[in-house]
């Protein structure tokens, strides 16, 4: 007999997530300013500020960062 186990993960960051993924361009790490906020407690300047963009599902437009070109290469 075989057990399946399934697994979900739900909610407001879930959803805000996938919707930055969308925003991926292919050559960022695109994240929200909660994320932001905990990167900055380990290594100061390692998020670059982008234009606020319109998410599906929030009233208000979300602050979207990347991280800093120098952190990664071509």
Do not use: H, M
Not at 6 to 32: H, K, M, P, W, Y
Not at 50 to 58: C, S
């Amino acid at each position: 007999e075989t057990t399946r186990l399934e697994q979900a993960v739900i909610g407001d960051v879930v959803n805000l997530a996938a919707r930055l993924c969308s925003l991926d361009t292919g050559r960022e790490i695109v994240f929200c300013s909660a994320t932001r906020l905990a990167l900055q407690e380990v290594s100061a300047g390692v998020a670059v500020r982008l234009p606020d963009q319109v998410i599906k599902g929030k009233k208000q437009t979300v602050e979207v960062f990347a991280l800093s070109p120098e952190l990664y290469r071509e």
